[in-house]
Every structure is written in C-alpha cells, then in structure tokens.
C-alpha cells in the first residue's frame, strides 16, 4: 500500500525517486512517458525457499530437497509473477556480488527429475508426504510469487503445499526463533558486495541470521578460509 502511495506521489511530482510496485510495472511500461524514467538496476539481495529440517526432519534428505528445487520454474515466477525486473538465481549469491563464481548453473527446472527424486526417497506421487505451510511475507509480489511455486510443486510432486502471508512484524519475529516454520521465504540483502557477507552471515553454521539451521562442517571451513 505505501508503495502505491509513493507511486502517486511521484507522478504528482512530490517525489524525486521511488520503488514502483511490481503491480504497476505493466501500466509504466505501456507509459510513453514513466517507461522511458524507468531504470531496472542491479541489487545485492536474495530471496530463497528456506527448508528448515529441525522443523521437519524429511528435510534431512537431500532427494527431497532437490526434488522440490527441480519442481519450481523460476524463470517462469520471474517473467509472469514479478514482472521480469529481477533475476532467477542460481545460488545463495546475487549476481553482482564479488567473487560469486559465474558457471554455477543451479538444478533447473526439472519434473521428471522432482518426481523421480521425489519417489527415491519413499514418497511416490507425493503420496505421505506431510503437508507443508509455506510462510509468505504479506507484500503482494511475495504471495504471488509463492504461490505459483506451491501450484508447481503440488502439479509436479503431488504434495500439498499452500501459502500463508504473514504480517512483517510476526515474519520476522517468528523466523528469527528458528524453530517453528518448516518452509518459508528468507530474502537478505547486503550492505556490501562481498560474498561474505551471504555466505557467512546467513549460511555458516550458527550464524545469527541462519534462519533455516543449515549446518555443513566442510561448508563452515571453506568459507574461514
């Protein structure tokens, strides 16, 4: 809502600059005059589906991580949900941060693979799979864009996963105890474009902003080097 209040506001010309919604995006490119103001620039933020197996343990197996990893068309979450403004990661790492290493080519979309993974790992069709509430920040974009993932992981696992928006406050709150949301949306964005800053500052094992508890020894030795 104070997106769409700021996008008011500089058409008024009561502000110099702003972050449109994704909502009007269309409507500025279609503009003769707002789609030629329009800058799409690089930031250093991520956003990931988080697994956190000491909510649920399955998430233990790495089959079943990936299984739902090749069941989300990113690109297609990118192009139709957020307008085609951001990029489809392939790794923890924005693109513009230094040292990220450009040949990581990330799973891919993949439903024959999810499906196949998926049944390795004794859940075939997603038959016993528990049921997973995908936690959501409240902004529009976000619910969008989960919830195109959560129709493709249940079209391409047969799982049941559905979302739930969040009020930012209770989000962050309640993400932050690490110990209550299986599935959720974790975005960061750095103050500088060291890798360290994503790699040691939410991935490491303990690290205060490892929302997710992912933990790796060999992980945690690299990255001190």
Excluded at 103 to 115: E, M, Q, V
Excluded at 136 to 146: D, E, F, N, P, T
Excluded at 171 to 191: L, M
């Amino acid at each position: 809502e104070n997106f769409v209040t700021a996008m008011s506001q500089y058409e008024n010309n009561e502000l110099d600059i702003i972050t449109p919604p994704y909502s009007q995006i269309p409507r500025i490119r279609k503009s003769a005059k707002l789609s030629k103001e329009m800058k799409v620039v690089p930031r250093s933020r991520s956003c990931i589906i988080a697994m956190n197996y000491k909510v649920l343990p399955q998430w233990n197996d790495i089959r079943i991580r990936k299984a739902f990893t090749h069941a989300i068309d990113t690109q297609k979450i990118v192009d139709v949900a957020l307008e085609g403004v951001v990029t489809s990661g392939r790794s923890v790492q924005p693109p513009i941060s230094y040292g990220r290493e450009s040949s990581i080519k990330g799973y891919g979309y993949d439903p024959g693979k999810a499906k196949k993974l998926l049944a390795e790992a004794g859940y075939p069709g997603g038959k016993g799979f528990p049921a997973l509430t995908l936690i959501s920040r409240s902004q529009r974009h976000y619910v969008r864009a989960l919830e195109a993932a959560a129709g493709m992981m249940n079209k391409n696992l047969g799982v049941n996963v559905r979302v739930r928006p969040m009020e930012q406050g209770v989000y962050i709150r309640e993400i932050n105890k690490k110990n209550i949301h299986a599935f959720f949306i974790n975005c960061w964005t750095a103050s500088f474009l060291d890798p360290s800053y994503h790699l040691e500052g939410i991935m490491t094992s303990g690290a205060k902003r490892n929302r997710w508890n992912y933990a790796d020894k060999k992980f945690d030795e690299l990255v001190a080097k």
